[in-house]
T-cell receptor
Framework: AQTVTQSQPEMSVQEAETVTLSCTYDTSESDYYLFWYKQPPSRQMILVIRQEAYKQQNATENRFSVNFQKAAKSFSLKISDSQLGDAAMYFC???????FGAGTRLTVKP | DTGVSQNPRHKITKRGQNVTFRCDPISEHNRLYWYRQTLGQGPEFLTY????????KSRLLSDRFSAERPKGSFSTLEIQRTEQGDSAMYLCASSLVGGYGYTFGSGTRLTVV
């Protein structure tokens, strides 16, 4: 069975600062995908960034980057230059079929 | 194509009634997924289809829940004899086989009173 654990129910960051959201997972598979999704209040889930397990290079999408540690089964999300629009629930997810963590609520202070 | 569409957006029903939700995926996506999300929690996987075949069902999907995707296009999720514990947001998503990203719909919020 695969499980995804997000140990930070809530995080807060000052506007323009950097924040890192943590995620660990457990799997016996060797090839899989990892994702971070963003869910703004009352809005639909949006893909932020993805990482293929076979790639050693960490994925980057503009202000969003990941630190993927395959041996440690760790997949953290770093948000640089935080903006007010980044405030949302962030879910770490593993697939083949997406299975989500409990989420981290990010608050951005102006 | 306007993305994944779910109807209705909101449903209020009395305990014991049956409800049915519909999901229209992105037309070229051959996989369709149902998730349930309760307040403050991450989405929980319920079931998924590849074309019209239901390939996996979660243990969360009790006998009162049934999902269909008869022609490999839209899907319906039916809950029979609803209970208060069924109150949740029901999310639908679609993807291509081997595709990395899921596209989610806006969800159907069910309230059982």
């Amino acid at each position: 069975a695969q499980t995804v654990t997000q140990s930070q129910p809530e995080m807060s960051v000052q506007e323009a600062e950097t924040v890192t959201l943590s995620c660990t997972y457990d799997t016996s598979e060797s090839d899989y995908y990892l994702f971070w999704y963003k869910q703004p209040p009352s809005r639909q889930m949006i893909l932020v960034i993805r990482q293929e397990a076979y790639k050693q290079q960490n994925a980057t999408e503009n202000r969003f980057s990941v630190n993927f540690q395959k041996a440690a089964k760790s997949f953290s999300l770093k948000i640089s230059d935080s903006q007010l629009g980044d405030a949302a629930m962030y879910f770490c997810a593993y697939r083949s079929v997406l299975r989500f963590g409990a989420g981290t609520r990010l608050t951005v202070k102006p | 194509d306007t993305g994944v569409s779910q109807n209705p957006r909101h449903k209020i029903t009395k305990r014991g009634q049956n409800v049915t939700f519909r999901c229209d995926p992105i037309s070229e996506h051959n996989r369709l997924y149902w998730y349930r999300q309760t307040l403050g929690q991450g989405p929980e996987f319920l079931t998924y289809f590849q074309n019209e075949a239901q390939l996996e069902k979660s243990r969360l999907l009790s006998d009162r829940f049934s999902a269909e995707r008869p022609k490999g296009s839209f899907s319906t999720l039916e809950i029979q004899r609803t209970e208060q514990g069924d109150s949740a947001m029901y999310l639908c998503a679609s993807s291509l086989v081997g595709g990395y990203g899921y596209t989610f719909g806006s969800g159907t919020r069910l309230t059982v009173v």
